[in-house]
């Protein structure tokens, strides 16, 4: 069975500081999926960034990135110019690329941005 | 459009109750997935739909029957439902192909049991 392990409660940031979430898999399996995602109080989960495993290029999206270490089964979350917006709950999930499977959810990293 | 929509937002219900949550999505999306989210955790999931079937059923207790009437509708029905069954209900779709990797979450149903 597949493990996600956040190692981190709770985090904290200076607004427009950097900061880096921690997450570390564990899968027998060579094709997955490996998303972050974010859930303000407002509870919606919004996807943040998603790494295909087979993809050695760690994935960006703006502000946000990932540094993913296929061998060593890591793939943490650095998020640049914290902003208040980004104060949520993070999530770190997996998935194994076939149809119907669903997302394992690391147990997330509560995300506190100082102004 | 890249929503997924439930209602209702909030429900409370007494322990006798017969209740629904719906879903609805309509981004062509095959695989519908509902979980559910207690405070401070992460969602855990209950059950997913493939192609309109139940795919995947994690031992979820009989008083939570899930349906699935069409490829863009996903309901929940809930009945003596317990106080520990409150929490926050989220339903998720996603592709089915291979390259259609993430789950679109709704905003959720926060569901009180009394």
């Known amino acids: 069975a597949q493990t996600v392990t956040q190692s981190q409660p709770e985090m904290s940031v200076q607004e427009a500081e950097t900061v880096t979430l921690s997450c570390t898999y564990d899968?027998?399996?060579?094709?997955?999926?490996l998303f972050w995602y974010k859930q303000p109080p407002s509870r919606q989960m919004i996807l943040v960034i998603r790494?295909?495993?087979?993809?050695?290029q760690n994935a960006t999206e703006n502000r946000f990135s990932v540094n993913f270490q296929k061998a060593a089964k890591s793939f943490s979350l650095k998020i640049s110019d914290s902003q208040l917006g980004d104060a949520a709950m993070y999530f770190c999930?997996?998935?194994?690329?076939?149809?119907?499977?669903?997302?394992?959810f690391g147990g997330g990293t509560r995300l506190m941005v100082k102004p | 459009d890249t929503e997924v929509t439930q209602t209702p937002k909030h429900l409370v219900m007494g322990m006798t109750n017969k209740k629904s949550l719906k879903c609805e999505q309509h981004m062509g999306h095959r695989a519908m997935y509902w979980y559910k989210q207690k405070a401070k955790k992460p969602p855990e999931l209950m059950f997913v739909y493939s192609y309109e079937k139940l795919s995947i059923n994690e031992s979820v207790p009989s008083r939570f029957s899930p349906e699935c009437p069409n490829s863009s509708l996903l309901n929940l029905h809930l009945h003596a439902l317990q106080p520990e069954d409150s929490a926050l209900y989220l339903c998720?779709?996603?592709?089915?192909?291979?390259?259609?990797?993430?789950?679109?979450f709704g905003e959720g149903s926060r569901l009180t049991v009394l």
């Open positions: 899968t027998s399996e060579s094709d997955y999926y």
């Open positions: 998720a779709s996603s592709g089915t192909g291979r390259g259609t990797g993430e789950l679109f």
């Open positions: 790494q295909e495993a087979y993809k050695q």
């Open positions: 999930a997996y998935r194994r690329n076939n149809a119907g499977n669903m997302l394992t």
